[in-house]
């Protein structure tokens, strides 16, 4: 699974989430059936508090929903303990969170190096300056999150998701603090990234973003969504 270039696909079929609030039960998910192939950048859309993020967290094995399955392949992993399940995440996936989750006491160089702390190699100090270099972030590499601007954090943090080359990235808003042109180094950055042969699925407002996507995820009113491909 942590290879690129094996077949991967991820399936979810009747997921429903449910928060539970004060104000009484927070329906978000209802009945959600999905399933991504290997190269698919897929963009998830609908207005503020539909559930795009809550989405992506399920999907991303971060938050268990109430019913349904999820499936990577063979594995199911939901069905693995927190660990096994954590060293999954850490082989295969990549998360660009909406609100960018860096360590605050870590300089950007050494946020972006996190992920290869439970998998080291040999080539996390090249790739880091490479993704540095991509992202626009090499005279940044030394400032720590309170020093950085949104879009520089929201930069490092795909930084940090790329790292491991994972065979499927979430990202959130990537481009949600970006101006015209870093947002465009970013959305290509992901299109290639999906090109190369993995899975790309990102939950996005921005309407260059929404056009990047070879297939759409539309939340409908109801809680449901509608698949588009192209
Ligand atoms: N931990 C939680 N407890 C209770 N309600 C929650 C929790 N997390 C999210 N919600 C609610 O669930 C709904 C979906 O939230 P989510 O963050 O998935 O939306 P979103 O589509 O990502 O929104 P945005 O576009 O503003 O990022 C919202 O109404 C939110 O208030
Ligand atoms: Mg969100």
Not at 116 to 123: E, H, T, W, Y
Not at 155 to 182: C, H, K, V, W, Y
Request: proline fraction near 5%; charge should be negative; hydrophobic fraction near 35%.
């Amino acid at each position: 699974m942590s290879d690129n270039n094996s077949e991967f696909t991820l399936r979810a079929q009747g997921i429903t989430k449910t928060y539970s609030a004060k104000s009484g039960a927070i329906n978000v998910l209802e009945d959600i059936d999905l399933e991504l192939s290997k190269g698919d950048f897929v963009t998830i859309s609908g207005p503020s508090g539909c559930g795009k993020s809550t989405l992506l967290m399920v999907l991303g094995t971060l938050q268990e929903p109430d019913s349904g399955t999820l499936k990577y392949g063979d594995i199911t992993p939901y069905g693995l303990s927190p660990s096994g399940r954590a060293e999954f995440r850490s082989k295969n996936i990549g998360f660009v969170f909406q609100d960018f989750n860096l360590v605050p006491y870590l300089d950007v160089r050494e946020n972006i190096m996190c992920p290869g702390i439970v998998n080291p190699s040999a080539d996390l100090e090249p790739r880091s300056s490479e993704l540095l270099e991509m992202l626009g972030l090499t005279d940044r590499s030394n400032h720590y999150p309170d020093q950085l601007s949104s879009g520089e954090k929201q930069r490092a943090a795909l930084a940090r998701a790329l790292l491991l080359r994972p065979s499927i990235i979430f990202a959130d808003e990537p481009t949600g603090n970006l101006d015209q042109s870093n947002g465009r180094v970013v959305l290509d950055c992901l299109a290639n990234y999906a090109e190369d042969g993995a899975t790309v699925i990102m939950a996005t407002h921005d309407s260059a973003a929404l056009s990047s996507g070879n297939k759409h995820v539309q939340f409908n009113e109801g809680k449901g969504i509608t698949v588009k491909s192209e």
